[in-house]
């Protein structure tokens, strides 16, 4: 019996992998997504087959259950929404390896044959050690999603919370988790498994309300691989080859995805995952409570000084944008390229910079017909996309994509970043920390070292963003005040891109 | 019951596989990949399956199929909806070639 499982679900594990080469193409994606899920169901009913649970009257209202919300949420979740969909379904994946962790530790779950050769091969130890790490995986995953999913749909702030001895606990959680897990190891206990369970689901809890929103490509990509590598365990528990492989393959993808998200932000993911300023954080980890805070009083203070300086300082661009402009309305009675639609007239060659803020307006659609215009007009228009523009992996690419642009139009930074220097106007649509000049020679700031689209060696800019805040990073952008060849059009993306494109 | 060995080994053999795999993927499909990752993520279903039914059959309790079908229910939407929601996206992508 066990020959046959393991050749089966070594096949189906071919299918999926083959399902997910196809993937890389846009060609056959749609197949391979297809392949990919035939794979899932096979499995399925082979599992039903070899378990000989076919009769079992209880699990099809499940699965129906299960598979009616599922198909409904799929349909009917706008493509706006797509980054907290992927993170709530993400968690449930994790909470269902959980709960197989839960019944798998209690014994639950193994017909009589299996619970032999457990005894007589001598597993119980690695059948305890894997239940509770799916369980304390799964319920990481679990929770984690469910605040990531919270912060991206706005019911939870979007800025890091930390709260009192916020490093310690995290690290105490993490320890405790590992410990009662460890202790699954040497001897069966319900106050283990409850142990995991609570201490994992607080741990998942304390890190991600630490992540900040424009670390949220990175988390979603991390508790991906989590949710997979959870799947895996859970499979080591109850002994199913189909289960390990896949959820290997999905454990895999997610750390290449977090590891690419990371070098494009130049950060290491334990930065990420232990709060949002490095420097702060190691810090943090020495001081004892009292210390911790004195710290949180002047980091309080401190970040109140911030905020005043970044009111003033945007007074201040206020201002300068005001008399540039004034300026400027001087100037056009005598010439006529001064206004960003006359440089968009004129320019043949156009880059379009998309980022979050065009998802939070929704200014796809008059993105792709600014596009459209300019393109009727004989001018070549392309798109160039930071890895982390977004909220998560390939955000923009799916907007765009929703938005009808050719996907031929879209280019990675790598591949356009030098092609800056030779177009003639570059359009900047809700994007500001992934082009901010800053990175490459503020030292100390947040943003230092990150590769960044060389938008300011463009001749022109024209930047439609809500306001001249600086960004996440909370790095003031340089070409804001750029004296030459700088339009500022703002306000919200879908309004100055319609009256960019009545005035061409 | 397999050798947790052969188990590991898997485990191993997979997640080599599949990163080299994923490797090829252009970021332009990072997001309907990650999104058919997170759907096949859900064939822990497969698991929840065989211990509510295993449960179900060897007496284990009403406790255990509570528990059981829950994870039942969590996994199905998992797989469903992540595989519906990456057919929508790649349809999105697919519309203009033609």
Same mark, same amino acid.
């Given at each position: 019996?066990?020959?046959?499982?393991?050749?089966?679900?070594?096949?189906?594990?071919?299918?999926?992998?083959? #399902?997910?080469?196809?993937?890389?193409?846009?060609?056959?994606?749609?197949?391979?997504?297809?392949?990919?899920?035939?794979?899932?169901?096979?499995?399925?009913?082979?599992?039903?087959?070899?378990?000989?649970?076919?009769?079992?009257?209880?699990?099809?209202?499940?699965?129906?259950?299960?598979?009616?919300?599922?198909?409904?949420?799929?349909?009917?979740?706008?493509?706006?929404?797509?980054?907290?969909?992927?993170?709530?379904?993400?968690?449930?994946?994790?909470?269902?390896?959980?709960?197989?962790?839960?019944?798998?530790?209690? @014994?639950?779950?193994?017909?009589?044959?299996?619970?032999?050769?457990?005894?007589?091969? @001598?597993?119980?130890?690695?059948?305890?050690?894997?239940?509770?790490?799916?369980?304390?995986?799964?319920?990481?995953?679990?929770?984690?999603?469910?605040?990531?999913?919270?912060?991206?749909?706005?019911?939870?702030?979007?800025?890091?919370?930390?709260?009192? #001895?916020?490093?310690?606990?995290?690290?105490?959680?993490?320890?405790?988790?590992?410990?009662?897990?460890?202790?699954?190891?040497?001897?069966?206990?319900?106050?283990?498994?409850?142990?995991?369970?609570?201490?994992?689901?607080?741990? #998942?809890?304390?890190?991600?309300?630490?992540?900040? %929103?424009?670390?949220?490509?990175?988390?979603?990509?991390?508790?991906?691989?989590?949710? @997979?590598?959870?799947?895996?365990?859970?499979?080591?528990?109850?002994?199913?080859?189909?289960?390990?492989?896949?959820?290997?393959?999905?454990?895999?993808?997610?750390?290449?995805?977090?590891?690419?998200?990371?070098?494009?932000?130049?950060?290491?993911?334990?930065?990420?995952?232990?709060?949002?300023?490095?420097?702060?954080?190691?810090?943090?980890?020495?001081?004892?409570?009292?210390?911790?805070?004195?710290?949180?009083?002047?980091?309080?203070?401190?970040?109140?000084?911030?905020?005043?300086?970044?009111?003033?300082?945007?007074?201040?661009?206020?201002?300068?944008?005001?008399?540039?402009?004034?300026?400027?309305?001087?100037?056009? %009675?005598?010439?006529?390229?001064?206004?960003?639609?006359?440089?968009?007239?004129?320019?043949?060659?156009?880059?379009?910079?998309? %980022?979050?803020?065009?998802?939070?307006?929704?200014?796809?659609?008059?993105?792709?017909?600014?596009? =459209?215009?300019?393109?009727?007009?004989?001018?070549?228009?392309?798109?160039?996309?930071?890895?982390?523009?977004?909220?998560?992996? @390939?955000?923009?690419?799916?907007?765009?994509?929703?938005?009808?642009?050719?996907? =031929?139009?879209?280019?990675?930074?790598?591949?356009?970043?030098? =092609?800056?220097?030779?177009?003639?106007?570059?359009?900047?649509?809700?994007?500001?920390?992934?082009?901010?000049?800053?990175?490459?020679?503020?030292?100390?700031?947040?943003?230092?070292?990150?590769?960044?689209?060389?938008?300011?060696?463009?001749?022109?800019?024209?930047?439609?963003?809500?306001?001249?805040?600086?960004?996440?990073?909370?790095?003031?952008?340089?070409?804001?005040?750029?004296?030459?060849?700088?339009?500022?059009?703002?306000?919200?993306?879908?309004?100055?891109?319609?009256?960019?494109?009545?005035?061409? | 019951?397999?050798?947790?060995?052969?188990?590991?080994?898997?485990?191993?053999?997979?997640?080599?596989?599949?990163?080299?795999?994923?490797?090829?993927?252009?970021?332009?499909?990072?997001?309907?990949?990650?999104?058919?990752?997170?759907?096949?993520?859900?064939?822990?279903?497969?698991?929840?399956?065989?211990?509510?039914?295993?449960?179900?059959?060897?007496?284990?309790?009403?406790?255990?199929?509570?528990?059981?079908?829950?994870?039942?229910?969590?996994?199905?939407?998992?797989?469903?909806?992540?595989?519906?929601?990456?057919?929508?996206?790649?349809?999105?992508?697919?519309?203009?070639?033609?």
């Amino acid at each position: 019996m066990d020959v046959y499982q393991i050749i089966i679900s070594s096949v189906l594990a071919l299918v999926v992998l083959q #399902g997910i080469s196809m993937m890389s193409r846009v060609k056959t994606a749609v197949a391979g997504n297809f392949l990919s899920a035939v794979a899932v169901l096979t499995g399925i009913a082979v599992t039903l087959v070899f378990n000989e649970i076919l009769s079992v009257w209880t699990i099809w209202p499940a699965i129906i259950v299960g598979a009616l919300i599922g198909s409904v949420v799929a349909q009917r979740v706008k493509m706006i929404q797509m980054p907290q969909t992927v993170a709530l379904f993400n968690g449930l994946g994790g909470g269902a390896s959980a709960l197989v962790g839960l019944l798998s530790a209690q @014994g639950v779950g193994f017909n009589s044959l299996q619970l032999a050769a457990i005894g007589e091969g @001598g597993f119980e130890g690695f059948v305890r050690f894997t239940s509770l790490l799916a369980v304390g995986v799964g319920m990481i995953t679990l929770v984690g999603s469910l605040v990531a999913a919270g912060k991206l749909h706005r019911v939870l702030p979007q800025q890091p919370m930390v709260w009192r #001895g916020h490093s310690l606990c995290t690290l105490l959680f993490l320890l405790l988790t590992i410990g009662c897990i460890v202790a699954g190891v040497f001897f069966y206990s319900s106050l283990l498994i409850a142990g995991t369970f609570i201490f994992a689901s607080l741990f #998942g809890l304390w890190f991600a309300v630490r992540v900040g %929103g424009a670390d949220m490509p990175i988390t979603i990509s991390l508790l991906n691989s989590l949710s @997979g590598v959870a799947g895996a365990i859970a499979g080591m528990a109850i002994s199913d080859v189909f289960l390990v492989a896949v959820g290997a393959i999905v454990g895999a993808s997610g750390l290449l995805l977090t590891q690419i998200m990371c070098r494009a932000m130049n950060r290491s993911l334990a930065s990420i995952l232990l709060g949002g300023r490095p420097s702060r954080n190691t810090r943090n980890l020495q001081l004892t409570l009292e210390n911790e805070q004195l710290i949180k009083r002047v980091m309080d203070l401190e970040k109140k000084i911030q905020e005043l300086e970044a009111l003033v300082k945007n007074l201040e661009d206020r201002v300068a944008v005001l008399t540039q402009q004034v300026d400027e309305a001087e100037k056009t %009675g005598s010439s006529e390229e001064t206004t960003a639609a006359g440089v968009l007239a004129a320019a043949k060659d156009v880059i379009i910079v998309p %980022g979050y803020g065009m998802a939070l307006a929704q200014a796809q659609y008059q993105v792709r017909q600014l596009a =459209d215009k300019l393109q009727s007009r004989g001018a070549r228009v392309r798109y160039a996309i930071h890895p982390v523009a977004g909220r998560m992996p @390939g955000h923009m690419n799916v907007l765009l994509a929703e938005a009808d642009v050719d996907y =031929d139009q879209l280019f990675e930074m790598d591949a356009i970043n030098d =092609d800056f220097a030779r177009c003639d106007a570059v359009v900047v649509v809700g994007a500001n920390d992934v082009l901010n000049p800053a990175a490459r020679d503020a030292e100390g700031t947040p943003i230092y070292g990150m590769p960044v689209l060389n938008v300011d060696a463009a001749p022109e800019v024209i930047i439609c963003n809500r306001d001249l805040k600086p960004g996440y990073a909370g790095v003031e952008n340089p070409l804001y005040t750029r004296a030459k060849g700088v339009y500022l059009e703002l306000g919200d993306a879908k309004e100055t891109l319609q009256h960019l494109m009545a005035d061409l | 019951m397999i050798h947790p060995l052969i188990l590991v080994a898997v485990f191993v053999v997979c997640a080599v596989l599949g990163y080299f795999i994923i490797r090829n993927v252009p970021s332009l499909l990072h997001t309907p990949l990650m999104s058919g990752m997170n759907a096949l993520s859900g064939v822990t279903i497969v698991g929840a399956l065989s211990a509510t039914g295993i449960a179900l059959l060897s007496h284990c309790g009403w406790l255990s199929q509570v528990a059981g079908c829950l994870a039942i229910v969590l996994a199905a939407v998992n797989v469903f909806g992540g595989f519906g929601v990456t057919h929508r996206m790649l349809m999105m992508f697919k519309k203009k070639r033609h």
